[in-house]
């Protein structure tokens, strides 16, 4: 699967989606996420502007299953841009949610979030600052998964020699766990097979079941974390007591590890013990303590 095809505006009025579309299926892409990226610009001041999913009609006559996504990617510069973006109703449509930070600072922010499903960094120039296991990490722990992008690649020199740094530094960082490779493909050409792909996935730093894993397997990863993120919401636990608890439901007790009845008793009395012990000191609290006592 690719997770990163770049469109824009002109793209979808001169036609150049359904050419991507088409040259992905051709190359035997099942899965294609296509990505609008929103400026820093956009996400300051009171005017903040998130643009709608786009609403593409593609169909292909072959009994091939070919999935075609939406994905936002916001710039942040500022940790005020990320709130901006991440609580805007707009962005709650699409189907795959990243953020792009720049800077040490924002790349550990960003990391620290849980409502987002891809970390892009700007790998087609030095990035100014060393990968830390420990940020770098956080973001693992919660299956936030790191992109690389290889369409730069083919543009010049300069970004080839720099996107082949940077992806080797953060493929040692994380070890080639959730790393996935992407095109960022703006035109038809940029696209490549799966197969060439994952022989630029090699020069990344990936071993080769890593590289294959990261055209094939970790975007899985990328698509279960977005789904759980949009289909969870909010709720509450009730606790009672064990001696309240039906005996069909027994086996909750042992699923939990909750202690037995017997232990947590015992631990209780402990509790009160000591409770009355701490306040011997003062008579008023000691009489406050045992008239609470009984009250209980």
């Known amino acids: ?42 996400l300051s001041g009171k005017n903040i502007s998130i643009p709608e999913p786009k609403l593409i009609d593609f169909k292909i006559k072959s009994t091939k299953e070919f999935r075609v996504l939406n994905r936002i990617t916001a710039v942040i510069e500022d940790g005020i841009h990320s709130h901006h973006f991440l609580k805007n109703p707009v962005t709650k449509k699409y189907d795959l949610v990243a953020l792009q930070p720049i800077g040490e600072k924002m790349l550990q922010h960003v990391c620290s979030l849980s409502d987002i499903d891809i970390i892009s960094l700007n790998m087609t120039e030095n990035l100014g600052f060393a990968l830390k296991r420990t940020s770098i990490g956080l973001a693992i722990d919660k299956d936030i998964c790191f992109e690389i992008t290889y369409a730069p690649c083919l543009w010049n020199q300069t970004s080839r020699r720099s996107i082949i740094s940077n992806a080797q530094l953060l493929v040692d960082v994380t070890k080639g766990k959730n790393v996935f490779v992407s095109s960022g493909a703006t035109k038809p050409f940029d696209l490549r097979s799966v197969e060439d792909v994952m022989n630029l996935a090699l020069l990344f730093g990936f071993q080769k079941n890593q590289a294959e894993a990261s055209i094939r397997k970790i975007g899985k990863l990328v698509l279960k974390h977005a789904r759980i993120r949009n289909e969870t919401g909010c709720g509450f636990v009730s606790l009672t007591g064990l001696y309240r608890l039906p005996k069909h439901q027994g086996w909750i007790v042992h699923a939990c590890k909750v202690p037995k009845l017997s232990e947590a008793s015992t631990s209780s009395q402990k509790r009160k013990v000591d409770e009355v012990s701490n306040v011997k000191g003062n008579k008023k609290k000691k009489n406050k303590c045992i008239i609470n006592f009984y009250k209980k």
């Open 1 to 42: 699967m690719d997770l990163n095809i770049s469109i824009n505006d002109n793209a979808d009025r001169n036609g150049l989606i359904n050419h991507l579309l088409e040259r992905a299926f051709e190359f035997g892409y099942g899965t294609v996420a296509l990505n609008t990226i929103v400026d820093s610009s956009k």
